[in-house]
Structures are given as structure tokens and as C-alpha cells.
């Protein structure tokens, strides 16, 4: 079993900037990659963003370039730094890590607020 703990949405103007990050215990050692997955309302759950142990990232086409996904191996943590934030970026965003390559485990989601 995997806990995750999310921190650091809340409510923004467009064009501003928030940092999201996201702590992982319990049975750690078989985490492979770790990322962010947004759920608007009305709308499917999206990746946003995710990182392999190795370091290697993948974003959502409508992030790119915008938004920066890190990881710290050692404190088992993954963080999202948000930038230039849209009202189309507006949702829950939760914290996401595929375990032993097979299973995933979700964090509770953390509300991003983007106003005009």
C-alpha cells in the first residue's frame, strides 16, 4: 500500500502561479512513475503531467511549457509548478503513482482554482 498526501492548491488569478506537491510513504520502493491527473466537472480525468524514476517526463499538450513536474527519489515526493495558470486549467488535481508497474494509487485531489 501506497499513502499520498497532496498539498498546495487553492485560488488564483490567471496568469499566476501555484506549486503542488505530493508525498508518498508506506511501500514505497515499488514506485515506478509518479505524476498529476486533473478532473474537471463534467469532464474526465486527464494526465497532466508524469515523471519516471529516472527522471523522464511526459506532459499534457495543454501544459507544455507551462507547467514543470519534478520528483525527489530520496523524500519520495513529485511536485507541480504551475505557471501562467488559465481558467481552462480549473479543477481537481490529483496525485498519482503506478506501483510494481501494475497498480495505481491516488491521492485525495487538491482544488486549483483559476479566476479571471
Known amino acids: 500500500q501506497v499513502q499520498l498526501v497532496e498539498s498546495g492548491g487553492g485560488l488564483v488569478q490567471a496568469g499566476g502561479s501555484l506549486r503542488l506537491s505530493c508525498a508518498a510513504s508506506?511501500?514505497?520502493?515499488?514506485?515506478?512513475?509518479m505524476g498529476w491527473y486533473r478532473q474537471a466537472p463534467g469532464k474526465q480525468r486527464e494526465l497532466v503531467a508524469s515523471?519516471?524514476?529516472?527522471?523522464?517526463?511526459n506532459y499534457a499538450d495543454s501544459v507544455k511549457g507551462r507547467f514543470t513536474i519534478s520528483r525527489d527519489n530520496a523524500k519520495n515526493t513529485v511536485d507541480l509548478q504551475m505557471n501562467t495558470l488559465k481558467r481552462e486549467d480549473t479543477a481537481v488535481y490529483y496525485c498519482?503513482?503506478?506501483?510494481?508497474?501494475?497498480?495505481?494509487?491516488w491521492g485525495q485531489g487538491t482544488q486549483v482554482t483559476v479566476s479571471s
Open positions: 498519482n503513482v503506478r506501483w510494481a508497474g501494475i497498480y495505481d494509487f
Open positions: 508506506g511501500s514505497i520502493s515499488e514506485i515506478n512513475a
Open positions: 515523471i519516471t524514476r529516472g527522471g523522464k517526463t
